[in-house]
T-cell receptor, first 107, second 115 residues
Framework: LAKTTQPISMDSYEGQEVNITCSHN???????ITWYQQFPSQGPRFIIQ???TKVTNEVASLFIPADRKSSTLSLPRVSLSDTAVYYC????????FGAGTRLTVKP | DAGVIQSPRHEVTEMGQEVTLRCKPI?????LFWYRQTMMRGLELLIY????????DSGMPEDRFSAKMPNASFSTLKIQPSEPRDSAVYFC?????????????FGAGTRLSVL
């Protein structure tokens, strides 16, 4: 099973770009990398998914290096409403969420 | 689509009582997951169904917990008898498609309090 490692917490200020990196050294060839966001009292919500290089949507960008052993979720110009826990999951066999990264955006 | 629907949203019960949580997945999805979330243990996968068949129940805490999926549009998670340590938020999620790129859609959760 691919195991992921993320920072436990991060702080940022409104308007800044936030980058959260996830390590997944044992990623399998056919595994995708998926990021979720969870607000208090809500279920996790899908943000973005990628396999290699770069993926961008209206919410975030996902950068994946050639060796795919890590990935970086990039949130441009965060606001207070981006305060949440962010989870990185790899593949479909590892459906176990880790502790995630608790992002706090300050005014 | 209304998304994944869970009921009830809140449940308060006394120790020893039976508790049944319900989930309606998104129509067309072929996988269903039950999770439990607490401050101490985070988000734990309890059981995973694919095409209504339980695939991985290694996360089910003990025999007091059971889950069923009688058809593609309904699943239940039952706790009998309930204990105070079962107090948590229980989430149901569903997904569709190739396992390697599984994207899960979560319900709003059921907050269970066992007194």
């Amino acid at each position: 099973l691919a195991k992921t490692t993320q920072p436990i917490s991060m702080d940022s200020y409104e308007g800044q770009e936030v980058n959260i990196t996830c390590s997944h050294n044992n990623i399998a060839t056919n595994d995708y990398i998926t990021w979720y966001q969870q607000f208090p009292s809500q279920g996790p919500r899908f943000i973005i998914q990628g396999y290699k290089t770069k993926v961008t949507n209206e919410v975030a960008s996902l950068f994946i290096p050639a060796d795919r052993k890590s990935s970086t979720l990039s949130l441009p110009r965060v606001s207070l409403s981006d305060t949440a826990v962010y989870y990185c999951l790899v593949g479909a066999n590892d459906m176990r969420f880790g502790a995630g990264t608790r992002l706090t955006v300050k005014p | 689509d209304a998304g994944v629907i869970q009921s009830p949203r809140h449940e308060v019960t006394e120790m020893g009582q039976e508790v049944t949580l319900r989930c309606k997945p998104i129509s067309g999805h072929n996988s269903l997951f039950w999770y439990r979330q607490t401050m101490m243990r985070g988000l734990e996968l309890l059981i995973y169904f694919n095409n209504n068949v339980p695939i991985d129940d290694s996360g089910m805490p003990e025999d007091r917990f059971s889950a069923k999926m009688p058809n593609a549009s309904f699943s239940t998670l039952k706790i009998q008898p309930s204990e105070p340590r079962d107090s948590a938020v229980y989430f149901c999620a569903s997904s569709w498609g190739v396992r390697a790129k599984n994207i899960q859609y979560f319900g709003a959760g059921t907050r269970l309090s066992v007194l």
